[in-house]
Structure formats: C-alpha cells, structure tokens
C-alpha cells in the first residue's frame, strides 16, 4: 500500500519561495509517475508538475520558470521547488504517484497524499 505524506506548505510573501515535500512508502519512486497538484478554493485541482520514471519533467504554463519537481531516489522523496511566488499560487498542494513509466496528459493517479497549504499574500 502506497502512502504519501507532503510537508513544507506555509504562508509567505509574494515573491517569496517554498519548497514542499512528498515522502513516499511503501513504493519507490524511480518507478512511477510523480506530480504535483493544487486546489484553490472554488476552483478544479490543476496539475502542476510531474516527473516520470526516467527523469523527464512537464510543468503547466502558469509555473514554468518559477517551479522546478525533483525527486530523491534515495530518501523516496518528491519536491517541489517554488520561486517567485504569487497570490494565485495560493491552494492547496498534493502529491500523487502512480506506477507508470510515463507521465501522460490524462493518466489516473491512484496514490494522492493528504495535502499541504501555501499560502502567497
């Protein structure tokens, strides 16, 4: 049974940055696809970021050049890096995993953790 526990959420300044984690258990994380979700209030969850198996990222527009996902094979542990913070970056953050060798717009992530909140003022 896979678990996963994010942590790092916190309330910070616009332009400020963040850096969340995910740990894994239960699964390793160099085979499957890992990313990152947020849910603001009223809104649809949206993917953030997602790395697959081999290292390969994808980002959404509204993050590119400001986030960056990594994972640590060694501590199974997912991150994400946020710079440049803004106030529509405000949600909740989650982690997911599925165990596919690629990431791919669409693919069902079975795994989700319990979230994290950032909050950008």
């Known amino acids: 049974h896979v678990q996963l526990v994010e942590s790092g959420g916190s309330s910070v300044q616009a332009g400020g940055s963040l850096r969340l984690s995910c740990t894994a258990s239960?699964?390793?994380?160099?085979?499957?696809?890992m990313a990152w979700f947020r849910q603001a209030p009223g809104s649809e969850r949206e993917g953030v970021a997602a790395i697959d198996a081999d290292g390969t990222t994808s980002y959404a527009d509204s993050v590119k050049g400001r986030f960056t996902i990594s994972e640590d094979n060694a501590k199974n542990t997912l991150y994400l890096q946020m710079n440049s913070l803004a106030p529509e970056d405000t949600a909740m953050y989650y982690c997911?995993?599925?165990?596919?060798?690629?990431?791919?717009?669409?693919?069902?992530?079975?795994?989700w953790g319990q979230g994290t909140q950032v909050t950008v003022s």
């Open positions: 997911a995993a599925e165990p596919a060798k690629y990431c791919y717009t669409g693919l069902r992530f079975n795994y």
């Open positions: 239960g699964s390793t994380l160099h085979s499957s696809c």
